[in-house]
């Protein structure tokens, strides 16, 4: 297997999520763990598996992956599986009906990347995934990296 993990990150809680991702992809293939910023259209070519991750603000994702959904090509991933991760606060602990009622209208960044790789052709793998950061610098809550780890397993049962 091919696999290429994308991420973006601000205070570098999304890209030890997307490490963890590789890693655990990496048992079943080849596996390339890259910025938004530095991918190259070359190395989106032969994958069986792309994979794309960034920091929830906004409600959506930040600027350079919105940005990288927008440049790919309309076809671009035509049959290729792929999935869509976040790092978000949690709802639940922040404990605000307020954002409680934005979330549920407007979403986090993992569902709307997938979104944008499936109108780029992409089939999902598995479900976007988010995982949580306790403030929003971070760091990671206890147990999201090996939650990671675990949601990569999932993807590789679906190929």
């Known amino acids: 297997m091919k696999a290429l993990v994308i991420f973006e990150s601000v205070y570098g809680n999304t890209e030890k999520v997307a490490r963890s991702i590789g890693a655990a992809l990496a048992a079943t293939g080849e596996v390339q763990v890259v910025p938004v910023t ?11 598996l792309l994979v794309v991750g960034s920091p929830t603000q906004a409600f959506g994702p930040i600027a350079g992956t919105k940005e990288f959904l927008k440049n790919l090509p309309v ?6 599986k792929v999935a869509a991760f976040d790092t978000r ?21 993992a569902e709307k990347i997938a979104k944008g790789l499936k109108a780029r052709g992409g089939v999902e793998a598995v479900a976007p995934a988010g995982f949580i950061v306790t403030d929003k610098e971070g760091p990671l809550k206890d147990g999201e990296l090996d939650r990671a780890t675990a949601w990569a397993k999932e993807i590789v049962k679906e190929l």
Do not use: C, I, R, W
């Not at 530095?38 to 069986?48: A, N, R, S």
């Not at 076809?75 to 290729?80: N, R």
């Open 89 to 109: 606060v949690s709802v639940t602990e922040v404990n605000s009906k307020g954002l409680t009622f934005m979330v549920g209208m407007f979403g986090y960044a």
């Open 75 to 80: 076809h671009g991933l035509k049959g290729l």
């Open 38 to 48: 530095e991918v190259k259209p070359e190395q989106l070519t032969g994958l069986d």
